[in-house]
């Protein structure tokens, strides 16, 4: 019962990165399960499951004698899940799966699952696990967990039930230290002073704006750097000959994402009178996925990426300019002087770095020596970025007045180093759910790091990764709802709001709309189980920390390391 819990720990807060495959293949590696039959280890202690029960129980729901003792203690609600992961199919081809897994992200996945799944006869669980994957794959049964549990080469698995608890209880740590961030959050957003409503209701910014617009596709071809870059350009129509110009929104996708995972956010933008450009990065696109999983391309992306979004973006504006002044067709519509940039994920990350947040790669080096623990899979693609050479990497473009970063990676590329030196205002979004980059070291504590005056971190209370994304028609992977989160398209009215609130306050340069960005608004536009928190400071920096009983303060990097003693430190947990 206590490792079934476990699991579901593991399900919520090791989701890694890239969509469904890795969130399932996560799921798929409980300590309970194992394939002809499991040894489990706890010290001296052993006791074997044969997988045949567990088949029966699948196929029946009938428990057997020798698995009884493991789910006797589960409500009927747990059982029934424990089935569907049992049979659940992932629709993923041999090819996918081997060309996942044999590329650097997928491999550090192996590692750590290996540190708990070992076989015997000398053979590395590493191997048997990827083999497992690939043949179940294959396999007219597919790619269930009954089907992987089958398919590993040896009879027997060992499973350390001591170093899956070491783990278990990082996970703890690290949940805990989140719920205590969260908790934090909401009460000084709940305690901040009420501000009249009257000038919050004069307008739903969650409804379309009052400007008709149209859609123009370009293609940019930066033969500097061999890069064809399609762009999405949402353009409010012109009523007058003379008419003023409009401001300027970019906004990035995420890595495997494309240029139409936020068309409603573009269209909501421009509705209220923003030109709207929606780049498609083709180093870290949909398209570069399906590229992977079809044996096109030997890494999710290149390191270069972290150079070539920011720059993207401004090839993107340098060709905007030219547009609008050699153009007819694009001749007064637009005001380059004013450009904000909107950016998911990796589109977080690029959107920072073109608001003054220069790479810090020393301090990255330092933090990826450790990766075992995973508890921040969003390292495992920052890391990435340490191929990259040795060099100054200054990213920025004086032309962006403001950024919106919506669940960023940004913790070790940047640090505080690369974040304090930011001078323009900052919206941060973040998802309590999201397990791909959570919120707690890529967002809440990020945060704290700014020293612009004007920044801003809102927070969707059971908010996940993939909350705010629309469903696109070149998904290469379908996430699954559980994984999605509820009602998302709650979370994508949240975004469009503040994004035409903050963008109009700060790119359009209409104070006014500052009212919007609020605690008093947030509370007034929230839907359960979707509350929001809006703060614009964390007036008692968080500690982000755990205390043993001898005071010691633990930071949240060292969970693993803390975990590993935990029976001799003795902590305590509070959870929130």
């Not at 029960?53 to 589960?74: D, F, H, K, M, W």
């Not at 012109?238 to 110009?245: L, N």
């Not at 969003?378 to 990497?393: F, I, K, M």
């Not at 979707?530 to 500690?543: F, G, I, K």
Request: charged letters at 15%.
């Amino acid at each position: 019962m206590a490792l079934l819990q476990v699991r579901r720990n593991w399900k919520r807060w090791l989701g890694v990165a890239f969509g469904s495959l890795n969130v399932w293949l996560l799921s798929a590696f409980n300590p309970v399960l194992a394939a002809e039959r499991i040894r489990l280890s706890y010290g001296i202690f052993e006791r074997t499951i044969s997988i045949d029960s567990l088949e029966t129980y699948a196929r029946t729901g009938e428990i057997e004698e020798g698995l009884s003792a493991y789910t006797q203690n589960l409500t009927p609600a747990q059982l029934t899940e424990l089935r569907q992961i049992l049979t659940n199919r992932i629709p993923l081809t041999p090819v996918e799966v081997s060309q996942f897994l044999y590329s650097p992200i997928g491999q550090r996945l192996l590692d750590r699952l290996a540190d708990i799944i070992e076989t015997d006869a000398d053979k590395a669980g590493f191997y048997g696990i990827r083999s497992a994957l690939i043949l179940a794959a294959a396999d007219p049964d597919g790619l269930a967990l009954l089907n992987i549990l089958r398919q590993f080469p040896l009879e027997e698995l060992a499973v350390d039930l001591g170093r899956g608890q070491e783990i278990a209880q990082a996970v703890e740590i690290f949940v805990s230290q989140t719920n205590q961030a969260v908790a934090q959050i909401n009460q000084q957003a709940i305690e901040a002073t009420p501000e009249p409503l009257l000038s919050l209701v004069t307008a739903d910014l969650q409804q379309p704006g009052p400007y008709r617009w149209e859609q123009e596709m370009i293609v940019l071809e930066d033969q500097s750097r061999d890069r064809t870059i399609p762009v999405d350009v949402y353009l409010p129509v012109v009523t007058m000959p003379r008419s003023t110009p409009h401001p300027v929104i970019v906004i990035s996708h995420g890595l495997g994402s494309d240029r139409t995972s936020f068309a409603y956010l573009a269209q909501q933008l421009a509705s209220y009178g923003f030109v709207v450009a929606v780049p498609e990065h083709p180093g870290s696109s949909a398209a570069q996925l399906q590229a992977l999983l079809s044996g096109q391309a030997d890494q999710v992306t290149p390191p270069s990426e972290f150079i070539n979004r920011p720059l993207d973006v401004s090839y993107l504006l340098d060709e905007l300019s030219r547009l609008a002044n050699r153009d007819p067709t694009w001749q007064g519509r637009l005001n380059l002087e004013q450009v904000g940039v909107i950016g998911h994920s990796f589109g977080g990350y690029t959107a920072l770095a073109l608001a003054g947040a220069p790479l810090q790669l020393d301090q990255l080096a330092a933090d990826c020596q450790n990766l075992d623990d995973l508890l921040n899979a969003s390292l495992l693609l920052q890391c990435v970025a340490l191929e990259l050479p040795a060099a100054q990497h200054d990213l920025s473009d004086r032309r962006i007045k403001a950024a919106i970063a919506i669940n960023p990676l940004v913790s070790s590329i940047f640090g505080e180093a690369g974040l304090s030196q930011i001078d323009v205002p900052v919206l941060i979004v973040a998802g309590s759910d999201d397990t791909i980059t959570p919120a707690l070291p890529e967002q809440i504590q990020p945060f704290t790091w700014l020293s612009t005056s004007n920044k801003y971190l809102l927070l969707i209370n059971n908010g996940t990764h993939f909350s705010a994304i629309a469903e696109s028609p070149n998904a290469v992977i379908t996430v699954p709802q559980q994984v999605i989160g509820p009602r998302p398209s709650v979370v994508r009215d949240y975004v469009q709001a503040f994004s035409v609130a903050f963008a109009k306050a700060y790119v359009a340069n209409q104070p006014e709309y500052r009212s919007y960005l609020s605690s008093a608004y947030a509370e007034a536009i929230e839907e359960a189980p979707l509350e929001l928190s809006l703060v614009q400071s964390l007036t008692s920096m968080l500690s982000l920390s755990m205390t043993s009983d001898s005071g010691t303060s633990l930071n949240y990097r060292r969970a693993d390391e803390i975990a590993g003693s935990y029976a001799r430190s003795s902590l305590r947990f509070r959870a929130i």
